[in-house]
């Protein structure tokens, strides 16, 4: 946090499914020095994709959804592309739905806002793939954004509802929630980056995160986060089957692996023990979600600067204290 001008942080570790440490640092708000708790809500960025794959995953088990079948099943307007893209290709980044435009802003800061997810699709639901499904890995938020447009689908409620209902509620997840720009949500940090320029902390511009809720939009603690990683690892929340698919490189159609499974990457860490995680970057939030499956570890960790900059090898550390 020193090195880095951090104004806020929160943790939470997890170990064979008890929360065993949990704690929370500087402030939440520099304007009116609130200092951040372990409730604080913070932007988690793309560890929504995490979030959105266990709730696809718990579909998925209870039959509500398949995987295997095709977008356009589910929402007939993707039925003319000119390949099907399936839903367990988009959870794993194959689907060859294009990313924000790296030329323009204004396709990756939004503020306009969306009441509803199939508006949402109106950014990209007329451009082309980029590729075959299968045949490459192209990481992509909107990919994620028109997964949880076929969820509400399948599901017959919105996204928020669907998402509340499979994994928020069951989980106890209450600090976990869509980041609303127009409600007072309770606990909510403020929102910062670091200035070169300026050499200060300053406020993030604004951005509406309605038009990417499960790519990127959704406020989370990393208690909340510790225990979803943990129902995940427990084999009872999610069916073993179907944990293991997540938590697994899936293989393009040359036979190499991709790296990503299903909301998550899959790696190793420095000594080779397997690890499963999401890194999440938005204006005004950092996020980084770890899971060590053969030790039933889980880290997470949150900060309210959007461009503080750690990782799995940071969380590693973290991770021998408990592990060795």
């Known amino acids: 946090m020193k090195a880095q001008h951090i104004p806020g942080l929160s943790v939470a570790i997890a170990l064979k499914g008890n929360l065993i440490w949990k704690e929370a640092f500087g402030y939440a708000d520099l304007d009116n020095q609130v200092k951040v708790t372990t409730d604080s809500r913070f932007r988690v960025g793309s560890v929504s994709k995490s979030i959105t794959s266990v709730a696809l995953a718990k579909m998925k088990d209870e039959g509500k959804i398949d995987i295997e079948e095709t977008v356009g099943h589910y929402l007939p307007v993707f039925a003319k592309k000119k390949y099907p893209v399936t839903l367990k290709q988009l959870a794993g980044h194959l689907g060859g739905i294009r990313h924000y435009k790296d030329n323009d802003p204004s396709d990756y800061i939004h503020q306009e806002h969306y009441t509803d997810v199939p508006s949402s699709l109106d950014i990209f639901k007329n451009d082309s793939l980029l590729f075959e499904p299968g045949t490459k890995y192209y990481y992509s938020s909107y990919g994620f954004v028109l997964l949880s447009a076929a969820m509400e689908k399948a599901a017959g409620h919105n996204f928020p509802d669907l998402m509340q209902k499979e994994l928020f509620y069951p989980l106890h997840m209450t ?139 940071h969380l590693e550390k973290l991770a021998n204290l408990f592990i060795e």
Do not use: C
């Open 175 to 313: 600090k976990t929630m869509p980041d609303y720009q127009d409600s007072i949500i309770s606990g909510r940090t403020a929102y910062y980056q670091w200035s070169k320029e300026d050499q200060k902390v300053v406020r993030s511009p604004f951005e509406d995160l309605s038009y990417k809720w499960a790519g990127g939009g959704f406020l989370s603690t990393p208690t909340d986060l510790a225990l979803m990683g943990s129902a995940l690892l427990s084999g009872k929340f999610i069916k073993p089957a179907t944990a293991e698919l997540m938590m697994t490189s899936q293989q393009l159609k040359n036979g190499k692996n991709s790296g990503y499974g299903m909301g998550f990457r899959i790696g190793t860490d420095s000594k080779g023990r397997k690890i499963v995680h999401h890194g999440g970057v938005a204006l005004g939030g950092r996020a980084f979600l770890l899971l060590y499956p053969d030790q039933n570890l889980v880290i997470a960790v949150t900060t309210n600067q959007g461009d503080a900059q750690f990782g799995e090898r």
